[in-house]
């Protein structure tokens, strides 16, 4: 049998976007309908947005924590989060008592390394750009990355908090998320991280000016492939 996931979610679209996938490409798999068990818990995003413009990493790996606690009483075998920038409190998250967690970055690390990328462009919250989780998964596999200047930074955040989290999906807004790729591409970038788990929604990888590593998909894909395993 497949191995159950537990689903530490943060925000609804994009934990939503990752529950799709498991199941769909699960059925792939699987055969018709079927996918792994799939539990899922979240804390409401504004507790976590609290913790985070406070900078106290150690309440969100508290809230993270207590997620996977309740997943593995329900019995999830392999935990995810999709979501990038809590993933900053990943090593402050308690492991007692929990199954094995995946890491979204090292997914889009191992992605980018089989697709001979060097240098990629990091997209997201303001959080996460400016935050250790990319630049030192990328930085242990010896790849270098690159983020938005201070006023493109500042306005996809406000994408992100303003639109993206309530599913709202903006042609202009998409069109600026390619403005910003177009200017990374000028500054040496063979591909971007779409590093906030609500840009896939928004994000079309034929019209982006960059090929895109989606973090959403692949932490999904990774989930399933050690589900099956």
Known sequence: MAKHIGIVACSAEGAALCYRTICSEGAARMGPHAHPEITMHTHPLSRYMANIEAGNWRAVADLMSDSARRLAAAGAQILICPDNTIHQAMPLVSARGTPRWLNIADEVVSAARAARRTQLAVLGTKYLMEGPVYREALARA?????????????????????????????????????????????????????????????????????????STRLLARAALREALA
């Open 142 to 214: 010896g790849l270098s990355m690159q983020i938005p200047d201070v006023p493109d930074r500042l306005r996809l955040n406000r994408i992100i908090f303003d639109e993206l989290v309530y599913g709202r999906f903006r042609p202009e807004s998409r069109v600026y998320v390619n403005e910003v790729m177009a200017k990374l591409k000028g500054r040496g970038c063979d591909a971007a991280v779409l590093g906030c788990t609500e840009l896939p929604l928004l994000v079309d990888p034929p019209t982006a000016p960059l090929p895109v590593f989606d």
